[in-house]
């Protein structure tokens, strides 16, 4: 663990503001969701932190306090909300744009969300191909971008009188890149930035600019952005918690769900098909092949790591797994996904699982991004800092510290969540053996 147990955790006191890199889909539902639950509209559904309880102690002590009276978390009513995006749209109008929520709520929450209006974003297509906007902002170079940025973060904290801020990419996910030499460390990095070197991408500037800044920083796109070793350095030297990547929505948080399930019984698994139909900005732009290939890395990686086929090869070995993801306007951000899963059991006797998942993207992802909100300011109150593993949860790809593989197990996510919390008040931790009967 990272902190002592019990390690002391200052206060939630004053406003959070949350900037929230993209004024999409899912940040304009977090955004409206968040002003629904303030007006008692609506119920924080799907959010740890607003529902979740912990049990403490042993199961014969009824000590079951909700999470936010267990952690001191900051209130809904103290978060202020920022956001870059290319298009000049208010929140209101992007949420009416992204068609998720219903027009006769975002009528009700209209004038908070019109207050709203997007600072200009650092953009380059080469990034995103499939999107072009009028929102940008202009530099010499990455780095003189990146200090436009560390100024608008400073000037954004002073004039909505914010005590804390976080960071959280939930902008277009941009092509699949892998570490490059410049990555290796800040001076590099920094030099590579000067040179409007094509190894850094607009995400790894408003995550340098976050980290710079001393703000927190979650990536909820499946990006390398801030997970290259130089950024990982700059986090650790300044102090500042980070997580990512890929919000666990959808298709992917069905998988680490029911994977668990058949290996707990030692089914196996022949195949798993997945496939995917969506309408949304986030489908247009995923159906350039390379922004493709970054979500498509994201997504298989999952059932390897929860099988270990090289632990169970009898159940595990060479099974087949594909995912496709297609953009089919009429759906919007109504997302249908269908899985076929071929299992065997006894004596290898085949049977078949279907799932067709009609979800909604962004009202799944909404209340993730206000826990990462809530979770890392908790985190760097507390004196933690680097990558936060147990955070992992909310992750299609969590993020590891270097040379571990990365838990996708929901469940093992979950446990190592709460036993954090439990930690860090300095309550035992839950193994769930059982003995307090015996002892
Ligand atoms: N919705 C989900 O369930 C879900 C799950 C996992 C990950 N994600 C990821 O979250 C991100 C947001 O999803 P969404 O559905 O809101 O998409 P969206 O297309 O509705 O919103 C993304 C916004 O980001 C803006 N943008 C693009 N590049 C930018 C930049 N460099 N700076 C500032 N703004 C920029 C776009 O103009 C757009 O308004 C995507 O990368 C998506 O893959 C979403």
Wanted: charged content about 25%; proline content about 5%.
């Amino acid at each position: 663990m990272p902190v002592k147990k019990g390690a002391e955790i200052a206060p939630a006191k004053g406003k959070l503001g949350v900037l929230l890199v993209g004024l999409g889909a899912v940040s304009t539902t977090f955004i409206a969701g968040v002003e629904a639950i303030k007006a008692e509209l609506a119920e924080p559904i799907g959010s740890l932190t607003q529902l979740g309880a912990i049990r403490l102690g042993k199961r014969t002590d009824n000590r079951v306090p909700a999470i936010n009276d267990f952690v001191p978390l900051t209130d809904l009513d103290d978060l202020i909300f920022g956001a870059w995006d290319i298009f000049p749209d208010s929140a209101y109008d992007a949420a009416v744009h992204a068609g998720v929520l219903e027009k006769e709520l975002l009528n009700k929450l209209r004038k908070p969300l019109q207050k709203i209006k997007p600072m200009k974003a650092v953009f380059d297509q080469t990034y995103v191909k499939r999107l072009s906007g009028t929102n940008i902002r202009n530099g010499k170079n990455k780095l003189e971008l990146a200090r436009q940025l560390i100024d608008e973060i400073a000037e954004f904290k002073r004039k909505h009188r914010c005590d804390r801020l976080v960071m959280i990419w939930a902008a277009s996910t941009e092509i699949f890149m892998k570490p490059h030499a410049v990555h290796r460390d800040l001076k590099s990095f920094e030099q590579a930035m000067r040179d409007n070197h094509k190894a850094i991408a607009p995400s790894m500037i408003y995550a340098y600019a976050a980290l710079k800044s001393g703000v927190p920083f979650a990536n909820g796109a499946p990006n390398l952005t801030v997970d290259i070793a130089a950024l990982m350095k700059l986090a650790n030297q300044n102090g500042v918690p980070v997580c990512g990547k890929d919000f666990k929505t959808g298709q992917t948080l069905m998988k680490t769900i029911l994977a668990p399930g058949l290996k707990s019984r030692m089914l196996g698994l022949n195949g798993w098909y997945s496939t995917n139909i969506l309408g949304n900005r986030d489908g247009e732009v995923l159906d350039d092949p390379d922004s493709f290939k970054t979500k498509e890395e994201s997504k298989l990686s999952v059932l390897e790591y929860i099988l270990q086929p090289e632990v169970y090869p009898q159940l595990y070995k060479d099974f087949s797994h594909v995912v496709r993801i297609n953009y089919y306007p009429p759906r919007g951000d109504n997302k249908e996904g269908w899985d076929n899963i071929d299992i065997f059991g006894w004596l290898g006797y085949k049977m078949q699982i279907k799932i067709d998942f009609l979800c909604r993207d962004s009202i799944l992802a909404a209340p993730i991004v206000l826990d990462l909100a809530l979770f890392l300011d908790l985190a760097q109150r507390t004196g933690m800092k680097g990558v936060q593993e147990w955070l992992s949860f909310y992750f299609k790809s969590p993020m590891t510290a270097p040379g571990l593989y990365p838990e996708h197990d929901i469940f093992i996510q979950l446990m190592k969540l709460k036993n954090t919390l439990r930690h860090l008040r300095g309550e035992d931790l839950i193994t769930h053996l059982g003995l307090e009967y015996y002892d």
